[in-house]
């Protein structure tokens, strides 16, 4: 049950399954380099993408994009990560994002997994 909490800690916010671990070194480099990541995405005027049905690539960038946890639930209030398609550097901008939710889901299964003894 422990495992769940962390994993949900990590999901939420970066590295924080691993610092409420007293992981810290780990817990830095995670979020260090998904916000990294990330910031690069936002400032590249990259998309979030919302829940949408009419595309199944959409769908996907959807899943991929909630694996940001808070940035994800922060985007759906505040307007960031909206995207300009004008931009050259938008679909660089969006994958960097995507790719951050992608490696911050292998982060929370790595707090998951190290709660239950898996990892080292």
Known sequence: MRGVLFMAAGWLLPGLGHALQ????RAAVFFGCVAAMTALGLAMNGRIYPFQTDNPLTILAFFADVGNGLLYLLSRLLPIGVGDLKRATFEFGTA?????GLLNYLIALDAYDTAAGKSS
């Open 22 to 25: 007293k992981r810290y070194a």
């Open 96 to 100: 960097y994002i995507a790719g951050a």
